[in-house]
Protein backbone atom coordinates (compact mmCIF):
# COMPACT_ATOMS: atom_id res chain seq x y z
CA UNK A 1 0.00 0.00 0.00
CA UNK A 2 2.81 2.19 0.61
CA UNK A 3 4.17 1.51 -2.60
CA UNK A 4 0.94 2.33 -4.47
CA UNK A 5 0.11 5.23 -2.39
CA UNK A 6 3.82 6.84 -3.21
CA UNK A 7 3.51 5.92 -7.16
CA UNK A 8 -0.35 7.33 -7.20
CA UNK A 9 -1.17 9.75 -4.21
CA UNK A 10 0.61 13.15 -4.23
CA UNK A 11 0.18 16.32 -2.21
CA UNK A 12 -2.39 18.90 -2.92
CA UNK A 13 -4.27 16.14 -4.80
CA UNK A 14 -7.40 14.26 -3.98
CA UNK A 15 -7.80 10.66 -2.93
CA UNK A 16 -11.56 8.50 -3.00
CA UNK A 17 -12.82 7.09 -0.39
CA UNK A 18 -15.85 5.00 -0.37
CA UNK A 19 -16.65 1.80 1.91
CA UNK A 20 -19.52 -1.58 0.92
CA UNK A 21 -20.34 -4.67 2.78
CA UNK A 22 -19.78 -8.69 1.89
CA UNK A 23 -21.48 -11.10 3.39
CA UNK A 24 -19.59 -14.01 4.77
CA UNK A 25 -19.85 -17.87 5.16
CA UNK A 26 -20.24 -19.04 9.01
CA UNK A 27 -20.21 -17.47 12.52
CA UNK A 28 -16.49 -17.74 13.45
CA UNK A 29 -14.83 -15.04 12.12
CA UNK A 30 -13.94 -12.30 14.57
CA UNK A 31 -14.94 -9.78 12.01
CA UNK A 32 -18.42 -11.10 11.21
CA UNK A 33 -21.41 -9.02 12.53
CA UNK A 34 -24.99 -8.55 11.31
CA UNK A 35 -25.71 -4.67 9.97
CA UNK A 36 -26.25 -3.10 7.35
CA UNK A 37 -26.06 -4.82 4.18
CA UNK A 38 -25.80 -3.40 0.64
CA UNK A 39 -26.15 -6.99 -0.50
CA UNK A 40 -29.40 -7.70 0.63
CA UNK A 41 -28.32 -10.40 2.88
CA UNK A 42 -29.86 -9.27 6.37
CA UNK A 43 -29.82 -12.41 8.21
CA UNK A 44 -25.81 -13.19 6.99
CA UNK A 45 -22.85 -11.63 8.94
CA UNK A 46 -20.56 -9.70 7.25
CA UNK A 47 -17.24 -7.62 6.99
CA UNK A 48 -17.32 -3.93 5.57
CA UNK A 49 -14.51 -2.81 4.04
CA UNK A 50 -13.07 0.98 2.98
CA UNK A 51 -11.41 1.24 -0.92
CA UNK A 52 -8.65 4.66 -0.86
CA UNK A 53 -8.37 5.47 -4.71
CA UNK A 54 -6.46 7.86 -6.77
CA UNK A 55 -8.16 10.33 -8.95
CA UNK A 56 -8.86 7.96 -11.55
CA UNK A 57 -10.31 5.39 -9.22
CA UNK A 58 -7.21 3.42 -9.04
CA UNK A 59 -6.90 1.07 -5.60
CA UNK A 60 -4.84 2.46 -3.15
CA UNK A 61 -5.47 0.50 -0.37
CA UNK A 62 -8.52 -1.40 0.98
CA UNK A 63 -9.29 -1.45 5.50
CA UNK A 64 -11.38 -4.18 6.58
CA UNK A 65 -14.08 -3.09 9.43
CA UNK A 66 -16.34 -6.13 11.51
CA UNK A 67 -19.79 -6.06 10.05
CA UNK A 68 -21.90 -3.70 12.55
CA UNK A 69 -19.06 -0.73 11.65
CA UNK A 70 -21.08 2.79 10.87
CA UNK A 71 -19.95 4.44 7.36
CA UNK A 72 -18.62 7.33 9.23
CA UNK A 73 -16.62 5.16 11.96
CA UNK A 74 -15.03 3.56 9.47
CA UNK A 75 -13.05 6.78 7.94
CA UNK A 76 -11.50 7.47 10.53
CA UNK A 77 -8.79 4.86 9.81
CA UNK A 78 -8.45 5.60 6.03
CA UNK A 79 -7.76 9.25 7.29
CA UNK A 80 -5.06 7.78 9.80
CA UNK A 81 -3.46 5.92 6.49
CA UNK A 82 -3.33 8.91 4.66
CA UNK A 83 -1.48 11.26 7.31
CA UNK A 84 0.80 8.80 9.14
CA UNK A 85 1.39 6.08 6.99
CA UNK A 86 1.31 7.41 3.57
CA UNK A 87 2.91 10.58 5.00
CA UNK A 88 0.27 12.80 3.04
CA UNK A 89 -0.92 16.22 4.89
CA UNK A 90 -2.26 18.26 1.96
CA UNK A 91 -4.47 15.68 0.18
CA UNK A 92 -8.09 16.23 -0.09
CA UNK A 93 -10.54 13.38 0.54
CA UNK A 94 -13.75 12.85 -1.57
CA UNK A 95 -16.69 10.73 -0.54
CA UNK A 96 -20.41 10.81 -0.39
CA UNK A 97 -22.82 12.61 1.54
CA UNK A 98 -23.47 9.25 3.84
CA UNK A 99 -19.22 9.07 4.48
CA UNK A 100 -18.01 12.66 4.90
CA UNK A 101 -21.15 13.66 7.22
CA UNK A 102 -21.37 17.06 9.30
CA UNK A 103 -20.47 15.18 12.21
CA UNK A 104 -17.48 13.62 10.70
CA UNK A 105 -15.79 17.31 8.79
CA UNK A 106 -15.82 18.90 12.25
CA UNK A 107 -14.92 15.93 14.72
CA UNK A 108 -12.08 14.11 12.51
CA UNK A 109 -11.57 16.74 9.17
CA UNK A 110 -11.09 19.52 10.35
CA UNK A 111 -8.76 18.36 13.70
CA UNK A 112 -6.30 17.06 10.71
CA UNK A 113 -6.83 20.53 8.91
CA UNK A 114 -7.81 18.44 5.70
CA UNK A 115 -10.19 19.50 3.09
CA UNK A 116 -12.52 17.76 1.43
CA UNK A 117 -15.29 17.40 -1.39
CA UNK A 118 -18.44 15.90 -0.77
CA UNK A 119 -22.32 16.77 -1.27
CA UNK A 120 -25.57 17.73 1.21
CA UNK A 121 -28.12 15.62 1.75
CA UNK A 122 -31.70 16.72 0.62
CA UNK A 123 -33.00 18.07 4.12
CA UNK A 124 -29.96 20.28 3.89
CA UNK A 125 -30.20 21.76 -0.03
CA UNK A 126 -34.65 22.23 1.56
CA UNK A 127 -32.83 24.24 4.19
CA UNK A 128 -31.10 26.62 1.52
CA UNK A 129 -33.98 26.83 -0.47
CA UNK A 130 -36.63 28.33 2.48
CA UNK A 131 -33.43 30.19 3.62
CA UNK A 132 -33.39 32.01 0.28
CA UNK A 133 -29.69 30.89 -0.27
CA UNK A 134 -30.95 29.66 -4.06
CA UNK A 135 -34.06 29.62 -5.61
CA UNK A 136 -34.68 26.81 -8.63
CA UNK A 137 -35.54 29.23 -11.04
CA UNK A 138 -31.83 30.00 -10.95
CA UNK A 139 -31.21 27.48 -13.39
CA UNK A 140 -33.18 29.08 -15.82
CA UNK A 141 -30.40 29.59 -18.01
CA UNK A 142 -27.57 27.54 -16.59
CA UNK A 143 -27.20 24.32 -15.10
CA UNK A 144 -24.12 25.31 -12.57
CA UNK A 145 -23.73 28.12 -10.04
CA UNK A 146 -21.44 29.11 -6.57
CA UNK A 147 -23.12 30.34 -3.47
CA UNK A 148 -22.68 31.11 -0.07
CA UNK A 149 -24.56 30.44 2.91
CA UNK A 150 -24.12 31.33 6.90
CA UNK A 151 -24.54 27.96 7.36
CA UNK A 152 -21.88 26.88 5.96
CA UNK A 153 -19.19 29.00 6.90
CA UNK A 154 -15.88 29.29 5.29
CA UNK A 155 -17.19 26.88 2.29
CA UNK A 156 -17.78 26.57 -1.36
CA UNK A 157 -21.51 25.01 -2.01
CA UNK A 158 -21.62 24.25 -6.05
CA UNK A 159 -25.25 24.00 -6.76
CA UNK A 160 -26.22 21.66 -10.18
CA UNK A 161 -29.18 20.60 -11.84
CA UNK A 162 -28.99 17.95 -13.89
CA UNK A 163 -32.86 17.28 -16.22
CA UNK A 164 -32.08 14.26 -17.07
CA UNK A 165 -31.73 13.31 -13.51
CA UNK A 166 -34.58 15.50 -13.13
CA UNK A 167 -36.99 13.67 -15.46
CA UNK A 168 -35.59 10.06 -13.68
CA UNK A 169 -36.49 10.99 -10.19
CA UNK A 170 -40.12 12.77 -11.55
CA UNK A 171 -40.97 9.59 -13.11
CA UNK A 172 -39.36 7.57 -10.31
CA UNK A 173 -41.46 9.14 -7.51
CA UNK A 174 -44.59 8.79 -9.59
CA UNK A 175 -44.44 5.17 -10.12
CA UNK A 176 -43.93 4.64 -6.49
CA UNK A 177 -46.65 7.29 -5.66
CA UNK A 178 -49.18 4.84 -7.96
CA UNK A 179 -47.96 1.68 -6.17
CA UNK A 180 -48.47 2.88 -2.90
CA UNK A 181 -52.22 4.07 -4.14
CA UNK A 182 -52.99 1.09 -5.16
CA UNK A 183 -52.12 -1.03 -2.03
CA UNK A 184 -53.71 1.70 0.03
CA UNK A 185 -57.04 0.92 -2.18
CA UNK A 186 -56.58 -2.49 -0.68
CA UNK A 187 -57.09 -1.53 2.59
CA UNK A 188 -59.38 0.57 2.02
CA UNK A 189 -61.62 -2.15 0.26
CA UNK A 190 -60.25 -4.23 3.38
CA UNK A 191 -61.87 -2.29 5.78
CA UNK A 192 -64.91 -1.63 4.21
CA UNK A 193 -66.01 -4.84 2.79
CA UNK A 194 -69.33 -6.40 4.49
CA UNK A 195 -68.10 -10.23 5.62
CA UNK A 196 -64.43 -10.01 7.51
CA UNK A 197 -63.94 -6.72 7.54
CA UNK A 198 -60.60 -5.38 8.49
CA UNK A 199 -60.99 -3.10 11.99
CA UNK A 200 -59.49 -1.42 15.00
CA UNK A 201 -57.22 1.61 14.52
CA UNK A 202 -54.24 -0.46 15.60
CA UNK A 203 -54.55 -3.13 12.88
CA UNK A 204 -55.33 -0.62 10.13
CA UNK A 205 -52.37 1.35 10.91
CA UNK A 206 -50.16 -1.44 11.31
CA UNK A 207 -50.62 -2.88 7.87
CA UNK A 208 -51.08 0.99 6.15
CA UNK A 209 -47.74 1.82 7.82
CA UNK A 210 -46.33 -1.38 6.33
CA UNK A 211 -46.98 0.28 2.85
CA UNK A 212 -45.51 3.09 3.31
CA UNK A 213 -42.44 1.98 4.61
CA UNK A 214 -42.24 -0.26 1.86
CA UNK A 215 -42.43 2.20 -0.78
CA UNK A 216 -40.72 5.01 1.06
CA UNK A 217 -43.56 7.39 0.41
CA UNK A 218 -45.02 8.04 3.66
CA UNK A 219 -43.95 11.84 3.55
CA UNK A 220 -46.31 12.10 0.84
CA UNK A 221 -49.74 10.87 1.85
CA UNK A 222 -52.48 11.91 4.73
CA UNK A 223 -53.95 9.08 6.16
CA UNK A 224 -57.29 9.37 8.43
CA UNK A 225 -57.27 5.87 10.11
CA UNK A 226 -60.42 4.92 12.57
CA UNK A 227 -61.71 1.80 13.75
CA UNK A 228 -63.72 0.74 10.93
CA UNK A 229 -62.74 3.63 8.71
CA UNK A 230 -59.79 4.10 6.43
CA UNK A 231 -58.90 7.44 4.05
CA UNK A 232 -56.00 8.90 2.54
CA UNK A 233 -55.26 11.87 0.42
CA UNK A 234 -52.19 12.59 -1.64
CA UNK A 235 -49.86 15.77 0.31
CA UNK A 236 -49.80 17.91 -3.08
CA UNK A 237 -48.19 20.79 -1.22
CA UNK A 238 -44.99 18.03 -0.04
CA UNK A 239 -45.43 16.95 -3.36
CA UNK A 240 -44.36 19.69 -5.39
CA UNK A 241 -41.90 20.83 -3.16
CA UNK A 242 -39.54 18.18 -3.75
CA UNK A 243 -40.46 18.24 -7.37
CA UNK A 244 -39.30 21.67 -7.53
CA UNK A 245 -35.89 20.18 -6.35
CA UNK A 246 -35.74 17.39 -9.01
CA UNK A 247 -32.08 17.05 -10.78
CA UNK A 248 -30.72 19.33 -8.25
CA UNK A 249 -27.42 18.47 -5.80
CA UNK A 250 -25.24 20.42 -4.14
CA UNK A 251 -21.34 19.38 -3.91
CA UNK A 252 -19.82 21.56 -1.11
CA UNK A 253 -15.81 22.12 -0.39
CA UNK A 254 -13.33 23.12 1.63
CA UNK A 255 -11.11 23.65 -0.97
CA UNK A 256 -10.55 27.42 -2.08
CA UNK A 257 -11.70 28.77 -5.87
CA UNK A 258 -7.41 29.03 -6.40
CA UNK A 259 -7.16 25.15 -5.28
CA UNK A 260 -9.89 24.20 -7.59
CA UNK A 261 -12.37 25.37 -9.89
CA UNK A 262 -16.35 25.30 -9.47
CA UNK A 263 -16.43 22.79 -12.41
CA UNK A 264 -13.53 20.52 -11.55
CA UNK A 265 -14.75 20.31 -7.93
CA UNK A 266 -18.12 18.93 -9.38
CA UNK A 267 -16.08 16.23 -11.83
CA UNK A 268 -14.19 15.39 -8.67
CA UNK A 269 -17.61 14.20 -6.99
CA UNK A 270 -19.06 12.67 -9.95
CA UNK A 271 -15.71 10.00 -9.66
CA UNK A 272 -16.79 8.73 -7.39
CA UNK A 273 -18.72 6.74 -9.94
CA UNK A 274 -15.29 4.89 -10.81
CA UNK A 275 -15.20 3.79 -6.90
CA UNK A 276 -19.12 1.99 -7.79
CA UNK A 277 -17.62 0.03 -10.90
CA UNK A 278 -14.71 -0.68 -8.77
CA UNK A 279 -16.94 -2.55 -6.15
CA UNK A 280 -18.88 -4.03 -9.01
CA UNK A 281 -16.17 -5.85 -10.49
CA UNK A 282 -15.01 -6.51 -6.53
CA UNK A 283 -18.19 -8.67 -5.49
CA UNK A 284 -19.77 -9.57 -8.79
CA UNK A 285 -18.19 -9.09 -12.30
CA UNK A 286 -14.80 -10.52 -12.19
CA UNK A 287 -13.36 -10.86 -8.89
CA UNK A 288 -16.25 -12.61 -6.77
CA UNK A 289 -14.93 -11.51 -3.30
CA UNK A 290 -18.12 -12.91 -1.80
CA UNK A 291 -18.80 -15.16 0.19
CA UNK A 292 -15.98 -15.17 2.13
CA UNK A 293 -15.14 -18.66 3.56
CA UNK A 294 -12.50 -18.39 5.65
CA UNK A 295 -13.10 -17.73 9.23
CA UNK A 296 -9.73 -15.97 10.69
CA UNK A 297 -9.49 -12.29 10.63
CA UNK A 298 -6.11 -12.42 9.16
CA UNK A 299 -7.46 -14.35 6.00
CA UNK A 300 -10.29 -12.13 5.58
CA UNK A 301 -8.40 -9.26 5.50
CA UNK A 302 -5.53 -11.34 3.49
CA UNK A 303 -8.66 -12.41 1.58
CA UNK A 304 -9.61 -9.03 0.29
CA UNK A 305 -6.37 -7.48 0.07
CA UNK A 306 -5.26 -9.87 -2.80
CA UNK A 307 -8.76 -8.58 -4.57
CA UNK A 308 -7.86 -5.87 -4.16
CA UNK A 309 -4.42 -6.05 -5.63
CA UNK A 310 -6.02 -7.99 -8.19
CA UNK A 311 -8.58 -4.83 -9.37
CA UNK A 312 -5.41 -2.63 -9.49
CA UNK A 313 -4.11 -5.06 -12.25
CA UNK A 314 -7.81 -5.22 -13.56
CA UNK A 315 -7.71 -1.66 -14.03
CA UNK A 316 -4.37 -0.83 -16.06
CA UNK A 317 -5.31 -3.75 -18.62
CA UNK A 318 -8.87 -2.45 -18.91
CA UNK A 319 -7.08 0.79 -19.87
CA UNK A 320 -4.47 -1.10 -22.03
CA UNK A 321 -7.52 -3.23 -23.35
CA UNK A 322 -9.69 0.03 -23.96
CA UNK A 323 -9.32 -0.35 -28.13
CA UNK A 324 -10.66 -3.69 -28.09
CA UNK A 325 -13.59 -3.84 -25.36
CA UNK A 326 -16.56 -1.61 -25.53
CA UNK A 327 -15.24 0.50 -23.35
CA UNK A 328 -14.45 3.85 -24.25
CA UNK A 329 -10.73 4.47 -25.55
CA UNK A 330 -11.27 8.37 -26.80
CA UNK A 331 -12.28 10.03 -23.74
CA UNK A 332 -10.39 13.09 -24.48
CA UNK A 333 -12.80 13.59 -27.88
CA UNK A 334 -15.49 12.55 -25.96
CA UNK A 335 -15.41 15.65 -23.66
CA UNK A 336 -15.53 17.76 -26.19
CA UNK A 337 -18.92 16.17 -26.79
CA UNK A 338 -20.29 16.94 -23.28
CA UNK A 339 -22.03 20.55 -23.34
CA UNK A 340 -20.85 20.88 -19.17
CA UNK A 341 -19.59 19.31 -16.55
CA UNK A 342 -23.06 18.74 -14.73
CA UNK A 343 -24.47 17.11 -18.22
CA UNK A 344 -23.90 13.37 -18.72
CA UNK A 345 -21.09 12.15 -19.40
CA UNK A 346 -20.71 11.33 -23.61
CA UNK A 347 -19.00 8.37 -25.11
CA UNK A 348 -16.80 9.30 -28.55
CA UNK A 349 -17.48 8.80 -31.94
CA UNK A 350 -15.12 6.22 -31.89
CA UNK A 351 -16.59 4.70 -28.88
CA UNK A 352 -20.09 4.49 -30.33
CA UNK A 353 -19.46 3.10 -33.65
CA UNK A 354 -17.35 0.40 -32.06
CA UNK A 355 -20.64 -0.43 -30.01
CA UNK A 356 -22.45 -0.57 -33.17
CA UNK A 357 -20.08 -2.38 -35.80
CA UNK A 358 -19.42 -4.95 -32.55
CA UNK A 359 -15.67 -3.92 -34.87
CA UNK A 360 -12.98 -2.18 -34.44
CA UNK A 361 -11.88 0.52 -36.65
CA UNK A 362 -8.81 -2.17 -37.27
CA UNK A 363 -11.56 -4.87 -38.29
CA UNK A 364 -10.79 -6.45 -34.65
CA UNK A 365 -13.64 -8.22 -32.88
CA UNK A 366 -14.42 -5.96 -29.93
CA UNK A 367 -14.90 -7.77 -26.42
CA UNK A 368 -15.93 -7.66 -22.83
CA UNK A 369 -13.48 -8.18 -20.04
CA UNK A 370 -14.62 -11.46 -19.47
CA UNK A 371 -14.98 -12.92 -23.29
CA UNK A 372 -11.35 -11.43 -23.51
CA UNK A 373 -10.15 -13.35 -20.49
CA UNK A 374 -11.71 -16.76 -22.17
CA UNK A 375 -10.58 -16.16 -25.79
CA UNK A 376 -6.82 -15.44 -24.03
CA UNK A 377 -7.61 -18.83 -22.14
CA UNK A 378 -7.77 -20.95 -25.11
CA UNK A 379 -4.00 -20.48 -25.31
CA UNK A 380 -2.06 -23.62 -23.40
CA UNK A 381 1.32 -24.96 -22.35
CA UNK A 382 1.50 -28.84 -23.30
CA UNK A 383 4.07 -31.18 -22.41
CA UNK A 384 5.55 -33.14 -25.09
CA UNK A 385 6.54 -36.81 -25.43
CA UNK A 386 8.56 -37.49 -27.88
CA UNK A 387 8.47 -40.70 -29.37
CA UNK A 388 12.02 -41.66 -29.49
CA UNK A 389 13.79 -43.23 -26.98
CA UNK A 390 15.24 -41.50 -24.36
CA UNK A 391 14.51 -38.56 -25.89
CA UNK A 392 13.78 -35.58 -23.18
CA UNK A 393 9.74 -34.09 -23.07
CA UNK A 394 9.59 -30.46 -23.43
CA UNK A 395 6.70 -27.75 -23.28
CA UNK A 396 5.43 -26.20 -26.57
CA UNK A 397 2.90 -23.42 -26.00
CA UNK A 398 -0.12 -23.27 -28.87
CA UNK A 399 0.45 -20.29 -31.21
CA UNK A 400 -1.48 -17.07 -30.62
CA UNK A 401 -4.33 -16.54 -33.33
CA UNK A 402 -3.70 -12.56 -34.63
CA UNK A 403 -6.22 -11.47 -32.79
CA UNK A 404 -4.53 -13.03 -29.50
CA UNK A 405 -1.40 -11.55 -30.73
CA UNK A 406 -2.74 -7.88 -31.20
CA UNK A 407 -3.80 -8.59 -27.43
CA UNK A 408 -0.62 -9.26 -26.26
CA UNK A 409 1.38 -6.24 -28.29
CA UNK A 410 -1.63 -4.09 -26.58
CA UNK A 411 -0.58 -5.22 -23.03
CA UNK A 412 3.14 -5.11 -24.22
CA UNK A 413 3.48 -8.88 -23.32
CA UNK A 414 5.55 -11.52 -25.02
CA UNK A 415 4.43 -15.32 -24.61
Given at each position: ERKLASRHLEEDGLALIDLTSVYLEGQKCPLARLGYSRDGKKDKPQIVFGLLCDRQGRPVAVEVHPGNTADPVALGPQLEKLRDRFGLTRVAVVGDRGLLTQARIREQLAPLE?????????????????????????????????????????????????????????????????????????????????????????????????????????KHFELEIEDRAFRWRRRQRAIRQEAALDGIYVVRTSLSSSAIEASEAVLAYKSLSQLEQA???????????????????????????????????????????APVLFQDHDKGSAEGLRESVVAPARRSLAAQRKAQRKRTDQDWPV??????????????????????????????????TPFQGHVFDLLEVRI
Open positions: MDWITALRAPQIRKLVDSGAFQPSLFDDRDLAEIRSPDFPDERLIVCKNPLLAEHRAAKRERLLAATEVELNKIVAAVSRPKRALKGKDKIGLRAGRVLQRFKMGFRCFKSVDLKVRPVHHYLDRRVRAHVFLCMLAYYVEWHMRRWLHSFQTLLADLATIAKNRVQPGLKDAPTFEQITRP
